[in-house]
């Protein structure tokens, strides 16, 4: 899964942990087993079924994304979009930097990345089955209007490549 900060930089690559926990998760709403990124072993799946857990869960995987694309953007030889993705998010939060994001950082960008979700607007094709599933249960949220584009431009490279989301949208 590649993508880029700015359209006139190189394609970065966010962690194959990240993309597994959250393609397995995709894969196991729809039936599926999940994609593992080789030499990585299968992943366990567990099937999430639509109800209050749906989100809770998603919460939890957001707020594990955003631990890692901290750890991500801190190790050496990462690329400088990795580290531009985390400087659009620290703003967004309002830190300083990475080590001043604590539990209440989070929690916001769980809460968004959840209404980003349940926005129905998918980065790629391929998860359209999915973000309409989350779309179907928005009324199980409570919006929270933190989303701006940046940060949804943030969290759909997260999901999908470059070449994924600009195939979709032309």
Request: net charge positive.
């Amino acid at each position: 899964m590649e993508a880029t900060a700015n359209r006139d930089e190189k394609p970065v690559t966010y962690s194959p942990e990240m993309k597994i926990k959250f393609r397995g998760f995709i894969d196991s709403i729809r039936g599926k087993s999940p994609k593992v990124l080789p030499p990585d072993p299968p992943q366990p799946t567990t099937r999430i079924e639509a109800g209050p857990g749906t989100f809770s869960f998603m919460r939890s995987w957001a707020r594990n994304s955003l631990d890692m694309l901290v750890r991500d953007a801190s190790t050496p030889g990462t690329p400088d979009a990795i580290r531009q993705e985390l400087a659009i998010v620290m703003r967004w939060l309002g830190v300083r930097g990475p080590q001043y994001i604590d539990e209440q950082h989070r929690e916001k960008w769980a809460a968004a990345f959840v209404e980003y979700l349940a926005e129905g607007n998918p980065p790629s094709k391929a998860l359209s089955q999915s973000f309409q599933f989350f779309k179907s249960r928005r009324s199980e949220i409570f919006p929270t209007n933190l989303l701006n584009d940046e940060i949804r431009g943030v969290m759909a490279r997260t999901l999908a490549s470059d070449a994924e989301i600009s195939n979709d949208r032309s």
